[in-house]
């Protein structure tokens, strides 16, 4: 990177760090004992949106400078996950929790004729957090399915720019645990991913490295609300795309603001107030 680009960098970067500031004081005061993931992003979302438009479109800039792009992440070796993610069987009774490399153990469990629905939370979340805790329990009341959900708490948290990234190693490194569970008789028309916001692209992510190592689809990826920043001007390889399984839906209800702003085909759905 030259030097006067290296600049621009640190210009936005400053702009950034002065829009926080400017926009820090008209947050609402909220009753500490109401607070919810929901509630402050609610507060938040007219003050910090000229930071995710901004962040959006600078991204790939901010990324190279910090050495944080998934091709330098690669290239430093930064891409051994294997120990900090792992995947949650979800059972009545409480979630069973298994490194992403133990596919043998967990398909003791699952075996290789049940339907397996697999969640994938977003930025900030975890597999007992709100995404997984509001679909679970429906999908638990069907008669035989198997309802996973990847933990990636470690290193999806709270640098999103590092987070955007291993994004796209935690969604290659969830195909690689689903193509072994193909690879030993699972049909993958049975496997459904349903991801958010962040999730979402993992969730496309690994569809792709299913088709690349097994060269079948997946049966669907639910995306709800892929993430907007950092995900606008990327390849499809780093995102969500419609040939990621044989069906794919989106459902948008924050596009332009913290959602992808553009619709992913072949289903995509924008929902407003």
């Known amino acids: 990177m030259s030097g006067w680009q290296r600049q621009r960098v640190i210009l936005s970067l400053h702009r950034l760090i ?18 919810s993931l929901g509630s402050i992003m609610e507060a938040a979302l007219p003050a910090i949106h000229p930071i995710v438009a901004a962040g959006s479109n600078r991204c790939e800039a ?16 930064f891409t051994s996950f294997r120990d900090s993610l792992n995947i949650d069987h979800i059972t009545k009774n409480g979630n069973i929790k298994y490194n992403i490399t133990a596919h043998k153990r967990l398909e ?19 597999s007992d957090g709100v995404m997984v805790n509001g679909l679970a329990p429906a999908l638990l009341k069907q008669p035989g399915l198997v309802v996973l959900a990847l933990d990636g708490r470690k290193l ?18 969830l195909g690689t645990f689903l193509s072994e569970l193909i690879k030993d008789g699972h049909n993958p028309s049975k496997i459904t991913l349903i991801g958010h916001s ?8 690994a569809g792709k490295r299913v088709h690349e190592v097994t060269g079948k689809l997946l049966s669907r990826i639910a995306g709800l609300d892929p993430a907007g920043p950092c995900f606008s001007n990327v390849s499809l390889a780093g995102r969500l795309d419609p040939g990621d399984a044989e069906y794919v ?20 759905t924008q929902l407003e107030e």
Not at 62 to 77: A, C, I, P, R
Not at 112 to 125: K, N, Q
């Open 156 to 173: 999806i948290n709270l640098e999103y720019f590092r987070s955007s990234t291993y994004a796209r190693f935690m969604g290659e490194n």
């Open 18 to 35: 002065l829009l926080g500031g400017v926009y820090a004081p008209i947050v609402p005061y909220k009753d500490s004992s109401k607070f």
């Open 198 to 205: 962040l999730g979402a692209h993992i969730a496309g992510i």
């Open 62 to 77: 901010f990324k190279s400078f910090f050495g944080l792009t998934y091709e330098q992440m690669q290239e430093k070796n």
């Open 108 to 126: 003791r469990f699952v075996g290789t004729s049940r339907d397996i629905v697999v969640l994938v939370h977003g930025f900030l979340e975890s």
């Open 249 to 268: 839906d989106v459902i948008h209800t924050n596009g332009g603001m913290l959602g992808l702003l553009e619709p992913v085909k072949r289903t995509s």
